[in-house]
T-cell receptor, first 115, second 113 residues
Framework: NAGVTQTPKFRILKIGQSMTLQCAQDMNHNYMYWYRQDPGMGLKLIYYSVGAGITDKGEVPNGYNVSRSTTEDFPLRLELAAPSQTSVYFC??????????????FGPGTRLTVL | DAKTTQPPSMDCAEGRAANLPCNHS???????VYWYRQIHSQGPQYIIHGLKNNETNEMASLIITEDRKSSTLILPHATLRDTAVYYCIVRVAEGGSQGNLIFGKGTKLSVKP
């Protein structure tokens, strides 16, 4: 299994541009998450999904959109990029969501800079 | 906000046990203690979790005090590859709706030769 994969690894955007961060998992996990991590800080939840067709906002959803058309894929869309969105973005997945046995598996991250 | 308090940094000699403390004085009865770590520039990695009993796996041991207000993660024989930021997280499980993790700033563990 490849686990959780993310593309691209690095990206530089100009203010106002848009882009989609890709995330895929091959573990047949129901739950998927997008986090962002600013320098020296912990991760903050942007959006999450409990299954195909179902998404919901996390702690910091403004400026982002998501979709979940398949179990495997959970892309994150940035519209009108702003310097405040400069961060490292991590995608994660888990099988059982809120269960005590649940373990989240993280991708390698996408480092985004908005200039 | 994170419901845990951890020291910002700790050092440990290679081959020695690393004991990482975490305070979670407001933990509720249905909240578990989870530990993740993040090696530089990588995604976080699950280590261990527990409710009230001590737990051990191939990576580490988790000691939770009887009142559950604090816990300690123990890496029994730290290696240079254990240098990372360690996050202590409390969250509702067994019926929690979304399962997301709330990360604080963690403890930066530096293992030195």
């Amino acid at each position: 299994n490849a686990g959780v994969t993310q593309t691209p690894k690095f990206r530089i955007l100009k203010i106002g541009q848009s882009m989609t961060l890709q995330c895929a998992q091959d573990m047949n996990h129901n739950y998927m998450y997008w986090y962002r991590q600013d320098p020296g800080m912990g991760l903050k939840l942007i959006y999450y999904s409990v299954g195909a067709g179902i998404t919901d906002k996390g702690e910091v959803p403004n400026g982002y959109n998501v979709s979940r058309s398949t179990t495997e894929d959970f892309p994150l869309r940035l519209e009108l990029a702003a310097p405040s969105q400069t961060s490292v973005y991590f995608c994660a997945s888990s099988l059982a969501g809120g269960r005590s046995t649940d373990t989240q598996y993280f991708g390698p991250g996408t480092r985004l800079t908005v200039l | 906000d994170a419901k845990t308090t951890q020291p910002p940094s700790m050092d440990c000699a290679e081959g020695r046990a690393a004991n990482l403390p975490c305070n979670h004085s407001t933990i509720s009865g249905n909240e578990y203690v989870y530990w993740y770590r993040q090696i530089h520039s990588q995604g976080p990695q699950y280590i261990i979790h527990g409710l009230k009993n001590n737990e051990t796996n191939e990576m580490a041991s988790l000691i939770i005090t009887e009142d559950r207000k604090s816990s300690t993660l123990i890496l029994p024989h730290a290696t240079l590859r254990d240098t990372a930021v360690y996050y202590c997280i409390v969250r509702v499980a067994e019926g929690g709706s979304q399962g997301n993790l709330i990360f604080g700033k963690g403890t930066k563990l530096s293992v030195k030769p």
